[in-house]
């Protein structure tokens, strides 16, 4: 599905995003909390695929910036209604393609759901892995749709419908997958329902363990900012942003097995 494509998909899907994870975002409560408690007390952090900001609005409570970014415009549209007013967030639009590493790097960085979803897994795994501190954390909670013979089975279905994906994870796949881009102290759990979470917690080594200075071509950008056109007013003022490129925060339509079987944005 060429990517234009993909930003009308997920365009269209915002309105209704919050009414779809009601029937299948049970274990999502628990996987935000579970996301809000790795990162409360940090400075700067970066979401991606904040969606209509169902864990945007909670980072935002314990974090002092919160960069939230979204592939779709219609998302960010939806997050920036929910965080109207709120201090200390920015939100624009961001294709994970686009994203290179800040003069100033991130404390933490959070994309929840959409690793299955990617085309270029490892290549967006080593963005996130630069745009980090060394130590700084990135949390992962990702729909597992190989986890469970019931999850397969609903991603099946999922899959038939039309719905993007492009990997089934099980929580063993989606650590193996990040353990391999470079991270360490991984930490996994599975939060059990229709489609089964893996919450993920890695870090990205120190500088004495070797995570030191790395880059991506195309340099840094401004002090403080990960690329794409953003213009920010505090307190809820209106941010947006334009995004080149393919290969977003939501990525086609082929699904393969990742140690297991589904894909999808649930």
């Known amino acids: 599905m060429p990517p234009q494509d993909l930003r009308r998909y997920w365009d269209g899907q915002a309105a209704g995003y919050d009414r779809a994870m009601a029937l299948l975002g049970g274990p999502l409560p628990a996987a935000i909390d579970g996301a809000v408690a790795a990162v409360a007390g940090k400075g700067r952090v970066l979401e991606l695929a904040c969606g209509t900001g169902l864990v945007t609005v909670r ?24 965080l109207a007013g709120r201090p200390g967030v920015r939100c624009w639009a961001l294709d994970v393609g686009e994203l290179v590493p800040p003069d100033v790097p991130y404390d933490a960085v959070v994309a929840a759901n959409v690793l299955h979803l990617l085309p270029d897994l490892d290549g967006a795994l080593a963005r996130m892995r630069a745009v980090l501190a060394p130590g700084g954390l990135l949390v992962v909670p990702t729909y597992c749709h190989a986890e469970t013979w019931l999850s397969r089975g609903v991603s099946a279905v999922m899959g038939a419908a039309g719905f993007p994906g492009q990997r ?44 030191g200075d790395e880059g991506l071509a195309g340099g840094p950008e401004p002090a403080g900012t990960v690329r794409g056109r953003h213009e920010a007013v505090e307190g809820g003022g209106v941010e947006h942003g334009g995004v080149a490129g393919g290969g977003g925060d939501r990525g086609g339509d082929v699904v393969a097995d990742d140690g297991g079987a589904g894909g999808g944005r649930r």
């Not at 881009?181 to 893996?198: C, D, M, N, S, W």
């Open 168 to 211: 089934r994870f099980t929580v063993a796949s989606l650590a193996a997958r990040v353990g391999a881009a470079g991270f360490v102290g991984i930490e996994a759990r599975r939060i059990p329902g229709l489609l089964p979470i893996g919450l993920v917690v890695a870090r990205r080594p120190s500088a004495a363990e070797g995570g």
């Open 59 to 82: 980072l935002a409570a314990v974090v002092d910036q919160l960069d939230a970014t979204d592939f779709s415009a219609a998302m960010v549209a939806q997050t920036r209604a929910r």
